[in-house]
């Protein structure tokens, strides 16, 4: 029951963000259903049911899952780490995802990756066009790059530019281990700074330039209340967030 409401879920969120309605194109795959852009007819999400073992996953029977495109190879990668998110089925597994809809994956980032995936395979165009401003969570590894120490020298500092996100958008940076928490609100206000950089551990294509506008205190959004109250479990790359969290960090 869970997956037919996920998959409802999906159809009603294309229709109303992107006036969309799914395609159903094969007779032999009848509840394999497809969205397409109106301008250049791609695809930029695919819903299939699946037999659980051809996505090498346990026990017996069919799953629905969600293909999406994600262009940033790093996001891609980062994305397949987390529990419900699969190499692309039958699909260019370089540029492609299956996200399983059993629940596995939170309604909200199923949402944001439907998202990436219009974006990544909408025209120049329509990449281009400003949408409304978005929330997101974004990473920071302190093993890497002391952020604390930047922002205590400067409120404008640049950033590792994080897939889909625009100028006018917030981020919320998260510290990872050993901090794990919440620690500071910023407006994004300059993207596709020119970059590139390269080591074991990250790549950086381009940059963006993020202004301070708050502190949080570092025990209040701790991984801990993240999984407890607001059903993140993961962020290792950038991502949206549930309403809830959202109210709760302005307040």
Known sequence: MMEIFLRQQVFDYVKKTFKSEPEYLWKRFPDYAVFRHKDNR??????MD???DKLGLDGSGLVDVLNVK???PVYHDALLQQEGILPGYHLNHGNWISILLD?????????DLIDAGYEATAPAKKK???????????????????????FENSDEIDWKQGNGIKAGD???????APVSTIMYRC???????PYAYRDDNLTIKALMKIKLEKRYKPERFTFEVLKEEYGIYAIRGP???PNSLSAALKR
């Open 70 to 72: 994600i262009d940033d």
């Open 170 to 176: 917030t981020v919320y940076m998260y510290l990872a």
């Open 239 to 241: 991502r949206g967030i």
């Open 128 to 150: 281009r066009k400003i949408r409304p401003p978005k929330e997101w969570i974004i990473p920071a590894n302190p093993k890497f790059y002391d952020v604390e120490q930047a």
């Open 42 to 47: 791609k695809w930029f999400g695919i819903v």
């Open 187 to 193: 407006k994004v206000l300059e993207t596709d700074i």
């Open 103 to 111: 629940g596995t994956v939170g309604i909200e980032q199923v949402c």
């Open 50 to 52: 699946i037999s659980r």
